[in-house]
């Protein structure tokens, strides 16, 4: 069930518990009867006539009859056909594949952000990606190199055809891997700054002690 199902569903329960409390406290009050209040609503002396009544109750019904049907809809899984034989076929789904290109194309130097989309097409694939590069890269190059690295994932490595490699700059920014990577050069260098550090203090006490012996 999705959410906005799960919404009518409460608000449906909510109107009825109100119906039903209503109901409880009216059969020892007696406040209201539920035929005249039919007859308010159905009646044309009142106030709406017949035919808006039964517009309102149809509308009500097709919208009852809409949701229920989406609710037993299942979201159909995209896929495509890799290859087929006289003894089966071999599928992927458009996730997968979109999968694999963004994982291969953010290993690119310069691409810092990546979403890829999959098109299936009669005979083959289309490819359509945004992207945001760093701002200190060759965008004309980058964007060739980086078409070319989706093209050859999808083509050598899936065995898919494709048909048009779409790619889009949405911005450019500050290298945020590059700083990752110089932190990370940091970090191992004080790491083996710190580790070099006993070996020389046992080497000089070592030192000292050998001279000891001597004298």
Known sequence: MNVFNKIIVVLLLIFLICVSITSLVNIFVGYFKWSDLALKVLNPEYSMNKLTAALLLTVVLIISLFLLLLEFYKKRIKIVNISSSKTGSAMVTLEAIGGQIKNEVLSVEGVEDLSVKIVPGKTGIIINMNTTLNENVDVTGKVQEIISKASSVAS????????????????????????????????????REIEQEPGETTGETGNSTGEEKIK
Not at 165 to 179: P, Q, R, S, W
């Open 156 to 191: 050598d490595r899936l065995g898919l055809k494709v048909l048009k490699t779409n790619l889009t700059v949405a911005g450019l920014v500050a290298g945020g891997k590059e700083v990752e990577s110089k932190e990370k050069n940091e970090l191992s260098i004080n790491s």
